[in-house]
């Protein structure tokens, strides 16, 4: 029996991982091979190993359900690895854990508490002027150190804020917006949990990969010349990712 924590076989800890999302809009195998050989030009490692959740939501099912081997190996022979099914019937659940993948619960925006029973109203009283009300915390991580090469840093459901370099190798993750006041040289994925309005700002644009909501983009031919270098926003515009100058208006 270990005697010291150094000794232990095994330890378990929490942890992240960036995967994409896999969102189905058909359930037909030959109809989604079809698809991955158009997106990939056919090429077998072109998602390089990425682990992938699969999101059913867009997805009509058939009552035959999914044949949920077939599927894994399409996505597999794709160098793209499932790891987890998102908005699955629950009547789906048993026969997706018995396939080896995990069930993905999204959590929901917290609802306002309902029909409040408002207090009566005061005596009217004489006005002052308004107070100017502080705004509500935004729960934000922030980062003030410099975000070395092999660092992952992960803002689980907020913003997260870094005032110095993020540089080559290191990855960034937020449920929110990630905001850059200083080089983007790394990776930046915002909107980790599918909130398409996320954005990536950056005090100079010098990253080597961008995503919103789980649509990514790379730069392996280089930035546009007008943004390389300078300050920037990154945002999702239907499937695209569009990098527009920090000062552009919506």
């Not at 502080?134 to 729960?139: D, E, M, N, Y």
């Amino acid at each position: 029996m270990p005697k010291n924590q150094a000794n232990k076989p095994i330890e378990i800890k929490i942890s992240t991982v960036v995967a994409v999302s896999a969102i189905l809009h058909e359930s037909g195998l030959d109809v989604l091979e079809s698809a991955l050989k158009t997106m990939t030009g056919g090429v077998s490692d072109y998602f390089d190993h990425e682990f992938a959740v699969i999101d059913l939501a867009s997805c009509d099912i058939p009552n035959n359900g999914i044949d949920w081997p077939a599927l894994i190996r399409l996505f597999n022979s794709y160098s793209l690895n499932p790891v987890a099914v998102r908005n699955a019937p629950p009547e789906m659940e048993a026969d997706i854990i018995a396939n080896g993948l995990s069930i993905d619960v999204v959590a929901k925006p917290r609802q306002p508490a309902e029909e409040e029973v408002a207090p009566a109203p005061a005596p009217a009283e004489p006005k002052a002027a308004p107070a100017v009300q502080a705004p509500a915390s935004s729960g934000a991580m922030i980062i003030d150190t410099p975000v070395r090469a092999g660092q992952r840093i992960y803002a689980r459901g907020s913003d997260l804020i870094v005032t110095a370099v993020v540089n080559n190798g290191a990855e960034l993750i937020a449920d929110g917006s990630i905001h850059i006041y200083a080089p983007l040289r790394g990776r930046a994925l915002a909107g980790a949990s599918g909130d398409a309005s996320a954005r990536v700002f950056t005090l100079s644009m010098e990253a080597e990969l961008v995503s919103i909501a789980g649509i990514y983009r790379t730069f392996e031919n280089g930035l546009p010349k007008d943004l390389a270098n300078k300050p920037a926003q990154v945002r999702l515009n239907g499937d695209r990712i569009d990098v527009l100058s920090i000062h552009t208006r919506a």
